[in-house]
């Protein structure tokens, strides 16, 4: 079976000005199997931002290959990126990216109605099992500020999984959470990773990144090393 995610010496160069090259992702190679959990870890300016979008496709790539699902990411046009992320990927974000204006439901909603989606009694009473699921069925009606910074998360994570994606990409999703929260939190990505979502996080926090079976630090645009928490380690790249 083919990895669920791989890179494959992927370069990323950013140009200043239009012309001074920054490298930032120097050959990267990474395989994620479907089921993983894999925390993303290393120092500010490492890389992981800058992988993440290339993961999420809102960016491409400089060299090397991105096969999602065995796919090449780099041979889609803009119309079938569009399609991948909202039909394959899930996202979850630091500061939660919830639209204030709309209720629970209809936060839940939104990847369905970037989709093209019509919304209808089938869709609402999807979101609301999702809110459900996460804990927040007596909520529906709730605005974003009325909710806690944990609420507001797990409203993220229904959202996220509206479109029932393979893959969640979460960027430091406790990062704005106090440690009761957090782990509250990273239960309920433990509980998705179980039933079968492949689950990629960037965290800073080591205690964070031991819920994750494997952590992969980047340092330098390269991966640094590669651990499954319950085992030895995968690789140890060569330091650069
Ligand atoms: N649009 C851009 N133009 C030029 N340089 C950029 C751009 N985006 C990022 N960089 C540079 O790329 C490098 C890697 O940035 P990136 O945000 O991927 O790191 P990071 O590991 O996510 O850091 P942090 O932990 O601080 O979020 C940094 O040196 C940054 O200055």
């Known amino acids: 079976m083919p990895a669920i995610v791989e890179v494959l010496d992927l370069y990323k160069d950013y140009f200043l000005e239009g012309h001074v090259p920054v490298h930032v992702l120097k050959g990267l190679n990474l395989s994620f199997d479907e089921g993983d959990f894999v925390a993303l870890m290393g120092p ?3 890389g992981k931002s800058t992988l993440m979008n290339i993961l999420g496709c809102l960016d491409r790539p400089t060299s090397g290959q991105y096969l999602l699902g065995g796919d090449d990411v780099a041979h889609m046009s803009d119309d079938e990126l569009s399609e991948i992320r909202s039909t394959y990927l899930g996202f979850i974000f630091q500061a939660y990216n919830l639209l204030p204006q709309y209720t629970v439901t209809e936060n839940i909603e939104l990847p369905l109605v970037y989709q093209g989606v019509k919304l209808d009694e089938k869709t609402k009473a999807r979101c609301e099992a999702l809110a459900e699921m996460v804990g927040l069925g007596t909520r529906l009606d709730h605005r974003p500020l009325q909710l806690s910074g944990g609420q507001q998360q797990r409203v993220a994570i229904a959202r996220s999984l509206v479109n029932d994606p393979h893959v969640i990409l979460a960027d430091e999703p406790t ?8 782990v509250e939190i990273m239960q309920m990505l433990q509980e998705l990773n179980r039933s079968g979502k492949t689950i990629i996080m960037v965290t800073h926090e080591n205690d964070i990144a031991a819920w994750a079976r494997r952590v992969v630090r980047l340092r330098d645009g390269v991966v640094e090393s590669d651990v499954r928490n319950d085992e030895q380690p995968i690789t140890a790249a060569a330091a650069h």
């Open 44 to 46: 500010s300016g490492s």
């Open 175 to 182: 990062g704005n959470l106090d440690s009761r929260t957090s």
